[in-house]
């Protein structure tokens, strides 16, 4: 009879039953770890594909802001506002905190007020409908603002206002944002050129607007427009104080150097017309030039494009002011011209100008 196993082979079995149960947890285990690190390899380049994609839909919007920008600035070049307002609108859709767009926005909005214009022509039929949501934008620039920026928005605030006055809303807060510009930055052309054209617009004195017009003819921040507008205030009331003003503001305009429109021209050039049979408009006009300064701003005036008929007007009084300078010579040959070059001889200007002739040869 066999002895029975030994009993150690027991323990001896569970123990290599452990072991491959071991190896098999391990192997497991490592199975795992390789699953986990190919979820993450996979996380990361997935997390690296959507970064890399973020920088590139970046700069593609990038480079879409900028091309908006550019073309609205282009647009404004071009005095194409609404095509300027709407390339700025869509920048700032597409980046609504970008400060360089919100600028843009508030600069085409200014630049927009100062040339609106009412059309029949299937365009907008009040102020209203194209200032509000310009006012709108300004108003809301200008808690960020300060300095000449924040005046030059006050400015068109008011001018804003003004428009809307002009639609028959009430008269709110127009001379009184023209203050908060000036305030803001004393020397603000348009805070002091556009008050000088409220005042002018209500029918003056000349002598109230006449400060705000001088310091807005020295700035050199806009003068095109400045000239424009001082002119248009001037312009906008035929009394002989007004008519004086145009023309000694004209001169002002001339002797820095630039221009006016034909159409300026032109209404200058009436205003000289009407002192052919208005002697005390042509006292107030005389006395609102030297006589020789006259002649200066007369030859001015001929060079527009307009008539020739008007043209003589202007020749008549640098005649007439060469003779009141004492400067004889020179007032025969522009009144020979007159009586040369005339159409018939029963002209005003001919008959006046033959008188003169025979004066001044009798002298």
């Known amino acids: 009879m066999k002895d029975p196993a030994p009993e150690e082979t027991v323990p001896a079995r569970g123990t290599e039953r452990w072991r491959r149960i071991r190896r098999w947890a391990k192997s497991i285990s490592a199975i795992i770890a390789a699953i986990g690190i190919v979820s993450a390899g996979i996380g990361y380049i997935t997390n690296g594909v959507q970064f890399f994609s973020g920088i590139a839909e970046y700069f593609q919007d990038q480079s879409e802001l900028g091309s908006l920008m550019v073309a609205a600035d282009e647009r404004l070049t071009r005095a194409d506002f609404e095509a300027a307002w709407l390339a700025n609108a869509k ?68 001018w804003a206002n003004f428009l809307r006055h002009r639609d028959g809303r009430p008269q709110t807060d127009i001379v009184e944002e023209f203050d908060a510009a000036i305030s803001e930055d ?12 409220w005042i002018l617009w209500n029918g003056g004195p000349i002598d109230k607007a006449r400060g705000d017009l001088d310091i807005a003819l020295q700035s050199s921040t806009d003068p095109a427009y400045s000239d424009m507008l001082i002119m248009a205030g001037l312009m906008n009331s035929t009394s002989d104080e007004f008519m004086a003003g145009a023309i000694e503001f004209a001169e002002k305009i001339r002797k820095a150097g630039r221009n006016i429109d034909d159409s300026s021209k032109r209404r200058l050039i009436w205003y000289y017309t009407n002192c052919l ?36 007007v202007a020749t008549y009084f640098m005649a007439f002011f060469a003779e009141s300078a004492g400067r004889r010579e020179e007032a025969l040959r522009l009144y020979g011209e007159l009586v040369s070059t005339s159409s018939g001889t029963g002209e005003n200007l001919t008959r006046l100008s033959q008188g003169a002739l025979s004066r001044l040869q009798q002298r």
């Open 277 to 312: 049979r208005d002697m005390d408009l042509l006292a107030r006009i005389s006395a609102t030039l030297p006589a020789e300064e006259q002649t200066l701003f007369l030859d001015w005036l001929k060079q527009a494009n307009i008539p020739a008929s008007e043209k003589r």
């Open 91 to 158: 920048a700032r859709q597409l980046a609504p905190r970008n400060a360089a767009a919100a600028e843009q926005q508030a600069r085409v909005a200014m630049k927009w007020l100062e040339n609106v214009r009412l059309t029949s022509a299937g365009g907008p039929q009040s102020f209203s409908d194209v200032v509000d949501p310009l006012k709108s934008v300004l108003i809301e620039r200008l808690a960020s603002t300060r300095g000449r920026e924040k005046a030059d928005l006050h400015a068109h605030i008011g």
């Open 186 to 197: 004393p020397d603000n052309l348009y805070g002091h050129v556009m008050r000088g054209f």
